[in-house]
């Protein structure tokens, strides 16, 4: 089992910045791919990016490109999301995912792909 804590989140203007943390227990953290999803009220879960267990592979939304960055410390047992330029459209619950084993490409952007699950931390955007 991992357990997995996201933090972070809250209450920016459009243009603002905010990073989001999440804490694994439980497991070798390093053995897993990680992803971050977002759901809106009303609407599906969606992928927003995903880093492969070294660090070095990463996948991006085509909405977030260039905005978001998804990093991951093996060390510390915890990955990032530094969100800058926010818009009204990225407000939303923010989860972090975890999977094992790990494999590449498309996959990375489907949620049903992942294991565990955290409750999630609420960024709101105003404009």
């Known amino acids: 089992q991992v357990q997995l804590a996201e933090s972070g989140g809250g209450l920016v203007h459009t243009g603002g910045s905010l990073r989001l943390s999440c804490a694994a227990s439980?497991?070798?953290?390093?053995?897993?791919?990680m992803g971050w999803f977002r759901q809106a009220p009303g609407k599906e879960r969606e992928f927003v990016t995903a880093?492969?267990?070294?660090?070095?592979?990463?996948f991006y939304a085509e909405s977030v490109k260039g905005r978001f960055t998804i990093s991951r410390d093996n060390a510390k047992n915890t990955m990032y999301l530094q969100m800058n330029s926010l818009k009204p459209e990225d407000t939303a619950v923010y989860y972090c995912?975890?999977?094992?084993?790990?494999?590449?490409?498309?996959?990375?952007?489907?949620?049903?792909?992942?294991?565990?699950w955290g409750q999630g931390t609420q960024v709101t955007v105003s404009s």
């Open positions: 995912a975890a999977r094992a084993p790990y494999y590449g490409g498309n996959s990375n952007y489907d949620p049903v792909n992942y294991d565990y």
């Open positions: 880093i492969s267990p070294s660090g070095t592979t990463t």
């Open positions: 439980g497991h070798t953290f390093s053995n897993f791919g």
